[in-house]
């Protein structure tokens, strides 16, 4: 048995590519590449968007409802997180023309200042982008001047979508919470 222990590293890794290569010398990993083409994937496309954004947590139909207080004593709201189904208007009025909705989650996920993780599909709702939305997931510092997250996908013209959106505050009331932000995304699709 002695004789053996030195030998026995050499014998397992025999085996581990005896198992993996098989005698037709393909590997069977379950990942392999594909032609774009064969998927009927396009030249890829850049689309730049403008919305605002209204998150209403005031009033007798807030948009923006808590799911989890935030720990106590905490000055940044920490722990706290909100579901939202926002709207999304071509101006910064609220009664502007409505083009879709901010559908998703945030929550302040930092305990030294408001900042937070969002979660959030933006889905459009007029003309050929109906039915369309672009994914955005990333941290929001609240009080940036600008804040930036990443496009991390998206469905029908937005499929496959990257990029990111910019986030501007355009308005916020302190008292009920309530704001709107301006946001501005750069979205690289392989869409029409």
Not at 11 to 27: E, Q, R
Not at 62 to 77: D, F, L, Q, R
Not at 129 to 156: D, H, L
Request: aromatic letters at 8%; glycine letters at 10%.
């Amino acid at each position: 048995m002695a004789k053996l222990l030195p030998i026995l590293p050499l014998l397992f890794l025999l085996i581990s590519l005896l198992i993996t290569f098989p005698a037709t010398g393909k590997s069977t990993s379950f990942i392999k590449s594909l032609n774009p083409k064969t998927l009927g994937l396009k030249q890829e496309k850049l689309t730049h968007f403008r919305v605002y954004w209204h998150d209403i947590l005031s009033g007798k139909n807030p948009t923006a409802v808590p799911i989890t207080p935030p720990v106590k004593n905490s000055t940044s709201a920490f722990g706290l997180i909100n579901m939202i189904d926002d709207p999304l208007t071509e101006g910064p009025e609220l009664g502007s023309k409505l083009v879709g909705r901010a559908q998703g989650f945030y929550g302040s996920a930092a305990q030294d200042e408001l900042g937070l993780l969002m979660a959030m599909n933006f889905k459009f709702d007029v003309g050929k982008y109906n039915g369309s939305t672009i994914t955005v997931m990333g941290r929001n510092k609240v009080f940036s001047a600008v804040r930036e997250m990443p496009v991390i996908g998206g469905s029908g013209l937005f499929r496959f979508a990257r990029g990111y959106v910019q986030a501007k505050t355009h308005m916020v009331d302190m008292r009920s919470g309530d704001a709107t932000s301006r946001k501005i995304g750069l979205i690289e699709t392989d869409g029409d």
